[in-house]
């Protein structure tokens, strides 16, 4: 079973930044695509960004685009998500998790497995 451990969640105020963590020490990790997701009380998860294997291709969700950054170091198992410019509506639990194949990125169904989730709390 993939263990997939997410940091770096919080309070901040409207305007400000958090960069999140999710390591592993899957030893195949470098043939995973990753993907960060997020869920709000009452909501459904939401795609938030993605990462190919490579590192070298990445997607946003048009909501997070020009805020968010994605990024991977393969030689430490882990992900970033690197959040700026932070708005209450980011407020959620955020999940990282694995894929392998072709599917699309952008949902749910295309990953193995799942991380705990942190929280990411966005006061105004």
Request: net charge positive; aromatic share 12%.
């Amino acid at each position: 079973q993939v263990q997939l451990v997410e940091s770096g969640g919080g309070l901040v105020q409207a305007g400000g930044s958090l960069r999140l963590s999710c390591a592993t020490s899957e030893r195949t990790f470098r043939s995973y695509d990753m993907g960060w997701f997020r869920q709000a009380p009452g909501k459904e998860r939401e795609f938030v960004a993605a990462i190919r294997n490579s590192g070298r291709i990445t997607y946003y969700a048009d909501s997070v685009m020009g805020r968010f950054t994605i990024s991977r170091d393969n030689a430490k198992n882990t992900v970033y998500l690197q959040m700026n410019s932070l708005k209450p509506e980011d407020t959620g639990v955020y999940y990282c998790a694995t894929s392998q194949g072709y599917s699309d990125l952008k949902r749910g169904p295309a990953y193995d497995y799942w991380g705990q989730g942190t929280q990411v709390s966005v006061s105004s």
